[in-house]
């Protein structure tokens, strides 16, 4: 123990780094998915028709294997943080389309057409009911996909991108543990205070007249 | 006014839901369109305020063709209640209520001052419901809730399918009342669906009957009830109730002196006590008058017009005698 703390001591400034690239990674890859999947969830939800090959490619994307991934991307775009970006990015979207997606189709119809039998528009429907009252779906969605991303964040150090990966494999590579431990207990740490937070908001978010 | 002209609606599916229905609904009555399930009463309804779009055919409020207005503008000049709560449950009562003004927009205090009128009206205290969502409330007043937001926006056609059905028996009574009431001052078009026979002979100045995409029958209740125009009609309102009025026709009018008014406020037609409910129906059809006077055993008069005639041939059936109520 007293080891280990010597250790996260003398390499405080590494440490500190490769967490920050971490969170910078884990959050920009939400933040982009957020961007794609989330007019994407509510353009699906809208014509169903495209809902199922549109998830359904996602999905397909969430099954090749983390590594597999960003081993199929560094061909196409190198190596560095354009790549880890892109794989996260892809993990994240899956997650965030489909509870968009549930959260939407699962309003009560009788609900949607009193709005439209009262002359809402679409837009109005969409964003003063199909919205508000999929906001909890949609931000367990995003909840998924941080916790997600924030873990599959570790493997961008195969592909230079840094994060607490870096860390994690120069330990593995000289049978370091408190090195590994150095560098998956922030992983840890920053998966579980996003989660907590997002948590938050979550509860935050759902409208209060549902919380009956 | 409402016209339906050779309204035919096929769905996708090949199934016709309304085969050329031609037909007219009064100005600032309460029509009640009834069928079985599948007949295509909500089909029709949603027909005014398209909702459903006909396949053929034309739908005309007070003359002109609603295929060229447009779809936000007339919905949000007709009331619509529906049968499942409708109510926004992220919305407070009163945001529900103000949404229809809200969308013709009408200025924030306007739109409060008619939100809580329209509250008072129900009979829900402001300043208990106001804030509360709509998960808060009773059935019952959840619907008295949708009631209210439908005449938010002043409408002149009010839409209402099947409204209190899924309510419990004594909610359902107590707010067929309560409309009935309201109805008698807000004098709007209304068109209310139902499968319910009891509840439509309770609250209805027309009846519409439907069956398998037809009218069978229309007519106010009393001519329905009187005169089945088929065997699916007289099955429909249900040889009971038929029956009921055959053998309250035979009773006199002394006996329904609860129903009636003391006041009178249009033409009237004197009638003895002792004259036959039968034989009042057919004085006030024949004289074209719209209320009876009717001279009580005791020297007093008391009025009564076609609906308190229906109510004392239907009470006459449930047993109810004025001994026991007046």
Known sequence: MANFLELVSARQDMILDAFMEHLYLSFIAVAVGIVISLPLGIFVARYRKFAEPIIGVTA?????????????????????????????????????????????????????????????????ILRQIELPLALPFIMAGIRTATVLTVGIATLATFVGAGGLGDIIYRGLQSYNNGLVLAGALPVAILAIGFDLVLKWIEKKSTPKGLKM | MIEFDRVTKRFPDGTKALKEVSLTLPAS?????????????????????KLEKP???????????????????????????????????????????????????????KRKKRALELLELAGLDAEVFADRYPLELSGGQQQRVGVI??????????????????????????????????????????????????EALKIADFLVVMREGEVEQTGTPQEVVA??????????????????????????????????????????????????????????????????????????????????????????????????LS
Not at chain 2, 297 to 323: C, N, P, S, W
């Open chain 2, 149 to 198: 937001r439908a005449l938010a926006g002043d409408p002149k056609i009010l839409l209402m399918d099947e409204p209190f059905s899924a309510l419990d028996p004594i909610s359902r009574e107590q707010l067929q009342d309560e409309f009935r009431k309201l109805q008698k001052d807000i004098r709007k078009t209304i068109i209310f669906v139902t499968h319910d026979m009891d």
């Open chain 1, 60 to 124: 397909v994307f969430q099954t090749i294997p983390s590594l597999a991934l960003f081993g199929f991307l560094v061909p196409i775009l190198g190596i560095g943080s354009t790549t880890a970006l892109v794989a996260l990015i892809i993990y994240a979207l899956l997650p965030i389309l489909r509870n968009t997606f549930t959260g939407i189709t699962t309003v009560d119809q009788s609900i949607i057409e009193a709005g439209r039998g009262m002359g809402m528009t679409r837009t109005q």
């Open chain 2, 227 to 324: 005169q089945p125009a088929n065997d699916f009609v007289r099955e429909f309102i249900g040889t009971e109730r038929i029956e009921r009025q055959r053998t309250f026709n035979l009773q006199q009018l002394h006996e329904f002196r609860f129903l009636f008014t003391a006041g009178k406020a249009a033409e009237v037609l004197p009638i003895a006590g002792s004259a036959t409910i039968e034989h009042a129906f057919e004085a006030l059809e024949a004289s074209g008058s719209s209320l009876l006077a009717i001279e009580l055993e005791d020297g007093e008069i008391v009025y009564a017009g076609h609906r308190e005639l229906m109510q004392a041939a239907l009470a006459a059936g449930k047993g109810e005698r004025h001994g026991q």
């Open chain 2, 29 to 49: 009555r309460l029509t009640v369109i009834i069928g079985p399930s599948g007949c295509g009463k909500t089909t029709l309804m949603k027909m005014i305020n």
């Open chain 2, 55 to 109: 396949s053929s055919g034309d739908v005309l409020i007070s003359g002109r063709s609603i295929a060229d207005l447009e779809d936000v503008q007339l919905r949000r000049s007709i009331g619509y209640v529906i049968q499942r709560i409708g109510l926004f449950p992220h919305m407070t009562i009163l945001d529900n209520v103000m949404l229809v003004p809200k969308l013709l927009g009408w200025d924030k205090d």
